[in-house]
């Protein structure tokens, strides 16, 4: 079984930073094309960032140069480096592997205010 444990939300002030953490277990995290999504309170999820397992990285237009997604196979890890953080940024944040769709974790919440 599968487990994905997001981690290293809070609150922070507009132009702030967070780096957020995802750590798989029970599965082949190396074969996984893994990304990071975000739902604001009233709003549809949305992909954020995500790699490949090859390491090729795509981001949605709203956090291009601002937010750099990363993965470290060796410790079955995902990460997303978040600069300088923007009220709109505000959101549960989840981390999610292609190849198990139904897999979801609790996520992490990131609230940027000041």
């Known amino acids: 079984q599968v487990q994905l444990v997001e981690s290293g939300g809070g609150l922070v002030q507009p132009g702030g930073s967070l780096r957020l953490s995802c750590a798989a277990s029970g599965g082949m995290f190396n074969f996984y094309d893994m990304g990071w999504y975000r739902q604001a309170p009233g709003k549809q999820r949305e992909l954020v960032a995500a790699?490949?397992?090859?390491?090729?990285?795509n981001y949605a237009d709203s956090v291009k140069g601002r937010f750099t997604i990363s993965r470290d196979n060796a410790k079955n890890t995902v990460y997303l480096q978040m600069n300088n953080l923007q009220p709109e940024d505000t959101a549960v944040y989840y981390c999610?592997?292609?190849?198990?769709?139904?897999?979801w974790g609790r996520g992490t919440q990131v609230t940027v205010s000041s």
């Open positions: 790699i490949t397992s090859t390491f090729r990285v």
């Open positions: 999610h592997a292609d190849q198990i769709p139904k897999v």
